[in-house]
């Protein structure tokens, strides 16, 4: 299975219109993912509730770099992953 590269990989910005209502959920998208790691396409497999969280979820993502899938000779392959993005406000 592809699997985000955890170095470089930016977290998307909370956006400031959802901190200050509060906003908070999980965005799950379904990310096809190129041989060479990059993102062909990604779609939101499961909203938070919130569009402008989802929006923002996908502007991040959209840049990742992934380490790809190998295929059964051991060559990067396309794959097709979940990738849940959380936004959660921290509690004081």
């Known amino acids: 299975r592809a699997t985000p590269n955890g170095r470089g ?20 998208l379904e990310v096809w993912v190129r041989p060479d790691g990059g993102v062909e396409r990604l779609a939101i497999f499961e909203s938070s509730g919130h569009s402008i969280l989802d929006d923002e979820a996908m502007k991040a993502v959209k840049r990742w770099k992934f380490a790809p899938a190998k295929g059964p000779s051991g060559a990067p392959t396309e794959d097709k992953v979940k990738v849940p993005v959380t936004f959660r406000l921290k509690k004081k």
């Open 9 to 28: 990989n930016r977290a998307p910005i909370y956006p400031r219109r959802a901190r200050a209502t509060k906003m908070e959920g999980t965005t799950t």
